[in-house]
């Protein structure tokens, strides 16, 4: 199958309800979303000019594969993941246009913060403990080093910022405030048991994954908190190769390394529709494509053809 490298798609016959940085939701009907995510990469917080190949269809079967993946082992886990096939109403035309990057997603009310969990400390979280011996206004043990583990993973939920802002670190209690009392304990303790399920399954592959962020809704007819949005990726992740970890310094992000050291030397960092080079996007494409061979055990090819 071969997928074009696509940051634009405007489908005809669904309607558009939203768009973020990388993925555009869809309507298909009441109840279910046509979940697209495009080749868009964002770096320093903004979005490149140009896509890297296959990043979409590798995100989206990643969180495909997570979702079996975590329902095996956490039975009782609520998931918003419907089928990787489209819907009965989208017309041919899209259907190429979507083919390997989309699924059908159940619609929800989106709690509105971002649910870190942290098994590692680095990036704002190291930052903020070498100031203040802190990690999200949380007490955490003195004396760690750059990316150590902390003894237990930790929740570190930050607010969602609309799209253009950036997000902010939170206490859990600033989170309950945001979430509701009645379900801040319950998006605590799905987010770590998730976290720790994901992060058994990744070491079984050589990878760490030290630190991550879930996004949950509600399902109103049930009361039931969800696991939606992407999962366990490159992009909502830090994966570290665990061959190559080292404690006291700073780690090697699987992905987005050639394309930081690429803006910064360029003296681009932060700035807006920035082109890459093809060189650039194409190792960035490898790296993706790495990452889901090691936590699937097929290449993304393979996925895609069932
Ligand atoms: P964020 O940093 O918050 O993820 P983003 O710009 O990265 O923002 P995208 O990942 O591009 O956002 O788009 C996904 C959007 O879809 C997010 O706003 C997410 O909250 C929302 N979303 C995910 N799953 C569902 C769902 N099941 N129902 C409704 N909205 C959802
Ligand atoms: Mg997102």
Not at 86 to 115: C, H, I, T, W
Not at 194 to 202: D, L, W
Request: glycine residues 6%; proline residues 5%.
């Amino acid at each position: 199958m071969s997928i074009p490298v696509v940051t634009n798609i405007e489908l005809s016959s669904l309607a558009k309800l939203a768009s973020g940085k990388v993925r555009d939701l869809y309507n298909v009907d009441d109840k279910t979303l046509l979940f697209v995510t495009t080749d868009r990469i964002s770096a320093y917080d903004v979005i490149m000019a140009n896509g890297v190949p296959l990043k979409g269809a590798v995100l989206t079967n990643i969180s495909a594969h997570w979702f079996k993946v975590l329902q095996e082992r956490i039975p009782d886990l609520k998931t918003h993941f419907i089928t990787l096939d489209p819907p009965a109403n989208l017309g041919d035309a899209d259907k190429e246009l979507v083919r390997g990057r989309s699924m059908q997603v159940r619609k929800l009310k989106v709690f509105p913060v971002e649910a870190i969990v942290r098994g590692y400390i680095t990036g704002s979280a190291w930052n903020e403990y070498k100031k203040s011996g802190t990690v999200h206004g949380l007490a955490v043990p003195a004396g760690l080093q750059q990316c150590s583990p902390f003894p237990e993973p930790i929740y570190t939920p930050s607010t969602k910022a609309e799209l253009g802002q950036h997000d902010e670190n939170i206490t859990p209690e600033q989170a309950a405030k945001i979430v509701g009392e009645k379900y801040a304990a319950r998006i605590e303790a799905l987010a770590l048991k998730v976290y720790k399920a994901g992060a058994a399954y990744a070491a079984e592959r050589g990878i760490i994954i030290a630190d991550t962020k879930f996004e949950f809704g509600l399902d109103e007819e049930t009361d039931e908190i969800v696991l939606i949005d992407e999962v366990l990726t490159p992009d909502s992740s830090r994966f570290w190769p665990a061959d190559e970890y080292e404690v006291g310094r700073d780690q090697d992000s699987f992905d987005k390394q050639f394309l930081r050291n690429w803006l910064t030397k360029e003296g681009f960092k932060g700035k807006d529709g920035v082109e890459m080079p093809a060189d650039i996007a194409q190792s960035t494409s490898e790296r993706y494509l790495d990452a889901f061979k090691r936590l699937t055990g097929k290449t993304l090819q393979e996925a895609l053809q069932g």
